[in-house]
């Protein structure tokens, strides 16, 4: 078989077995990261740059606003 | 309560005054992925293992830059119409964006592809060979360097009508080669890359509901954060050419 038709049915099973593919089915998952929470540290990680980057897009915003506000 | 204030105050200015209730969506809809992409369920897939949450972020870049690039076609569109210039600034910022999308989704595709597809008992230099031949990569490739070409065609024209007549017209011809170099011709060879048989991602019968539930908020989080960036630049081109031009 090849791996292209293998992938297909890889990403068909859990239609055909909804519940077995949740169960974890013997595929390895971040079991452990989400057990002991570490988890919540990359999750916390990630939201402070997305604040971080659109903090500075408001800050932007406001900027320009001023900006335009001073052509007129 | 000083927070909830803030927020009472960051509504009153911006989000009822300049009709930019959609910015404060965009925030919503990215925190959500984010912490949702991270924390909520899953199917468990071999080979993909974790890496399927990759779908948030990966996949939401090509939607973006395909959203992008029609907003910049309608621009280009509207700016053949009435010769406005300030839609030929329109279609050259969304393109720019759309372009940046395009890039980050490939460069996410290929952290995420070089742990799922390459082959491990191969010679790394064998599975190269074997990535290198995806017709997938090869049509993402295609459409951003015609994308490229645009950029660089726009900016070796001087002459301003002439540069957004000519560009609007190159825009249209890049924003139609899309169609076979990233929908047709990846779907008609075998490829490695899921979704080869139909809309990847898309279709409902191929996403579980529970990804569903993160994957088009994600979709629509991501797209309205390129239009935001979008928007600023365009913001800041018009007040460029303002102080250029005694109108």
Redesign the interface.
Same mark, same amino acid.
């Given at each position: 078989m090849?791996? @292209?038709k293998l992938?297909?049915l890889?990403?068909?099973?859990?239609?055909a077995h909804?519940a077995l593919?949740?169960?974890?089915?013997g &595929?390895?998952?971040?079991d452990l990261m989400r057990s002991n929470g570490r988890?919540y540290v &990359?999750?916390a990680v &990630? &939201?402070l740059i997305?604040?971080g980057l659109?903090l500075y897009?408001?800050r932007?915003? @406001?900027k320009? @606003?001023r900006?335009?506000k001073g052509?007129r | 309560m000083a927070f909830p204030l803030f927020l009472l105050r960051f509504k009153r200015r911006d989000f009822s005054m300049n009709k930019s209730w959609w910015k404060v969506l965009t925030v919503a809809l990215l925190l959500y992925a984010c912490i949702g992409g991270f924390l909520l369920p899953v199917p468990a897939l071999p080979a993909l293992q974790e890496t399927i949450r990759n779908l948030y972020f990966h996949v939401c870049m090509w939607f973006g830059m395909m959203i992008l690039f029609t907003i910049s076609l309608v621009h280009s569109i509207r700016y053949l119409r009435t010769f406005d210039l300030k839609y030929d600034i329109y279609a050259r910022q969304y393109a720019i964006v759309g372009i940046l999308f395009g890039v980050l989704g490939y460069a996410t595709g290929i952290i995420w592809m070089s742990y799922t597809w390459a082959d491990p008992n191969n010679p790394a230099f064998e599975s190269f060979g074997a990535l290198a031949r995806e017709p997938k990569l090869i049509g993402a490739a295609i459409a951003l360097l015609i994308y490229f070409a645009y950029l660089v065609l726009r900016d070796s024209i001087g002459d301003l009508d002439k540069k957004a007549r000519i560009s609007a017209v190159y825009n249209i011809f890049a924003y139609a080669m899309l169609f076979p170099s990233i929908w047709i011709l990846p779907r008609l060879l075998p490829s490695l890359h899921p979704g080869g048989e139909g809309n990847p991602a898309l279709n409902f019968s191929d996403i579980d509901a529970d990804m569903r539930m993160v994957f088009y908020p994600a979709v629509l989080g991501w797209t309205l954060l390129g239009v935001w960036i979008t928007t600023l630049s365009i913001r800041i081109r018009l007040l460029q050419e303002k102080k250029m031009l005694p109108i």
């Open positions: 090849n791996l @292209r992938l297909t890889l990403l068909l099973l859990p239609l909804p593919a949740k169960d974890g089915d &595929v390895e998952m971040a988890i &990359v999750v &990630v &939201v997305l604040i659109i897009l408001v932007l915003d @406001r320009l @606003r900006l335009e052509e | -």
